[in-house]
């Protein structure tokens, strides 16, 4: 999940809105509005709106609370946050790395909800603090505020991986077996019966009459659904290529190719021929860049005669490369997340090869084969 939004820095991590935050924003504002109307007769159409926007924006401020704390306890354990982001269903803080102990695990997860448990107690006691009566405004606003802030920390202590509570699963797992890959194989498999479990009350409710607060429950289980899904994927993923180094599995022999050849001329005799995918392009002995069919794909075929390889070809300066000794793992991460297909792999200034997405995949594809004939 990227954020679309940029709202500046916190602790030096980047806060971001997502899009579909603007949905429940206003999903909220709407609710609360109809919420306080119906209780309080006498507050006029002004105090309403202005009351549930305040709400809303102080719950937008829990959230980061949230994530912050999850972010700051990485941060403060060498673990870089890339960002936190808000959207429909919340916050999420992406760490780029994966814990080293189940301790760090543990404390990352749990302060979350922590936090947000504390939140929820202090508006109440404030509330109880101000009194007033039902119909003081920021009385209802602290209540309205304390009874979500801890509702959000008993849904996030729900024990679906990657829910917070599933990652607290994850850590005791993990402390009890040490076996890391293991607790996460179990944790997700948790999370996938309580994403059937929500899916399945979620109809049942609306088919029984709650309309769309069912569909919400619902959608709450299969947007957890696929999250699992994520998680599971990414952890087999991590074992099946730990070890391997990019070095390993890299293609050495790209071609090199001229970069004054036309791209018809490159097209009929290097591309089509060669079978290859990926090629070096050279001016003047040094490599310049790289090329493949997709730098080919943008250009109309009728300015192919016209146009060489070094107007399209990614120069090797604005990529991001690897290392051959690095992980193969990291190195994919790298490709999913800033959507590569090909990574230069540089060693003291100089190319070694081309790793490409579809070599990863066929490294897979063979380590999953020979697991199958075992
Ligand atoms: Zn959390």
Redesign the pocket.
């Known amino acids: 999940m990227r954020s679309q939004i940029k709202l500046g820095r916190l602790f030096g991590i980047p806060i971001g809105l997502h899009y579909s935050w603007f949905l429940i924003a206003l999903l909220i504002v709407f609710s609360l509005s109809s919420q306080f109307r119906a209780s309080n007769a006498g507050w006029g159409d002004g105090l309403i709106l202005a009351l549930s926007l305040g709400t809303a924006v102080l719950f937008f401020f829990s959230l980061l609370l ?2 912050l704390a ?1 972010s700051l306890v990485a941060t403060s354990n060498g673990l870089p946050v890339r960002e936190i982001t808000l959207f429909a269903l ?2 999420v ?1 992406q760490i780029e790395k994966n814990p080293a102990s189940a301790k760090v695990e543990f404390w990352m ?1 749990f302060v ?2 922590l936090t947000s448990a504390v939140i929820g107690a202090l508006c109440l006691m404030a509330a109880r603090v101000i009194g007033g009566g039902a119909s003081d405004p920021g009385r209802a606003m602290l209540f309205w505020l304390g009874y979500i802030n801890l509702a959000l920390a008993g849904f ?1 202590l729900i024990p679906g991986y990657p829910l ?1 509570g599933g990652r607290v699963l994850r850590a005791i797992i993990w402390w009890k077996t040490g076996d890391a890959d293991r607790s996460t194989r179990a944790a997700a498999k948790v999370g996938q019966v309580i994403a059937f479990l929500f899916i399945a009350f979620g109809i049942v409710r609306f088919f029984g009459g709650a309309g769309i607060g069912g569909l919400w429950i619902a959608f709450i289980g299969w947007f957890l659904l696929q999250a699992t899904r994520d998680s599971y994927v990414q952890v087999s993923l991590a074992s099946a290529l730990k070890g391997v180094r990019v070095a390993d599995v890299m293609s050495r022999d790209c071609p090199a190719v001229d970069g004054w050849l036309n791209l018809q001329n490159f097209v009929e005799q290097e591309l089509l021929r060669s079978g290859r995918r990926c090629f070096i392009v050279v001016e003047k002995g040094e490599v310049a860049g790289l090329v493949t069919p997709h730098e080919i794909k943008r250009i109309d075929r009728a300015k192919w005669a016209l146009t060489t390889l070094r107007d399209v070809m990614r120069p090797l300066e604005e990529m991001r490369s690897v290392s051959p000794a690095g992980s193969l793992f990291s190195a994919l991460e790298l490709m999913i997340r800033d959507d590569l297909n090909q990574l230069p792999v540089v060693s003291n200034g100089h190319l070694e090869g081309v790793l490409s997405r579809a070599q990863v995949l066929n490294y897979l594809q063979t380590h999953a084969e020979l697991q199958a004939a075992k």
């Open positions: 949230h994530e999850h919340g916050g803080s997860a979350g909800p996030n917070d």
